[in-house]
Nanobody, 121 residues
């Protein structure tokens, strides 16, 4: 049973930074493209960023390009999301999972509990 545990969220002011981490246990994730998703209050969960298995290729939704950076450490089974210049509209619960294109790969793992990011204006 694969478990995904996201950490690193918090309450910050607009313009500040946070670094999210996601640890996958129970399964090696080095072969899988991984991604971050978020769900804002009253909205559907949406794609944020993805990274291929090698870590060399990434993709971002337009609203976070130039501000967020996704990375991974396959030796630690850990995925990261560095978020800079945060905006109030980035407020959401952030989740990680394996990804196919910009959609979740449901075969890898169930969703974790997520980590709350709140950006005050």
């Amino acid at each position: 049973q694969v478990q995904l545990v996201e950490t690193g969220g918090g309450l910050v002011q607009a313009g500040e930074s946070l670094r999210l981490s996601c640890v996958a246990s129970g399964r090696t994730f080095s072969n899988y493209p991984m991604g971050w998703f978020r769900r804002a209050p009253g909205k559907e969960r949406e794609f944020v960023a993805s990274i291929d298995w090698s870590g060399f290729n990434s993709d971002y939704t337009d609203s976070v390009k130039g501000r967020f950076t996704i990375s991974r450490d396959n030796t630690k089974n850990t995925l990261y999301l560095q978020m800079n210049s945060l905006k109030p509209e980035d407020t959401a619960v952030y989740y990680c999972n394996a990804i196919l294109g910009r959609r979740v790969n449901n075969e890898f793992a169930s969703w974790g509990q997520g980590t709350q990011v709140t950006v005050a204006s």
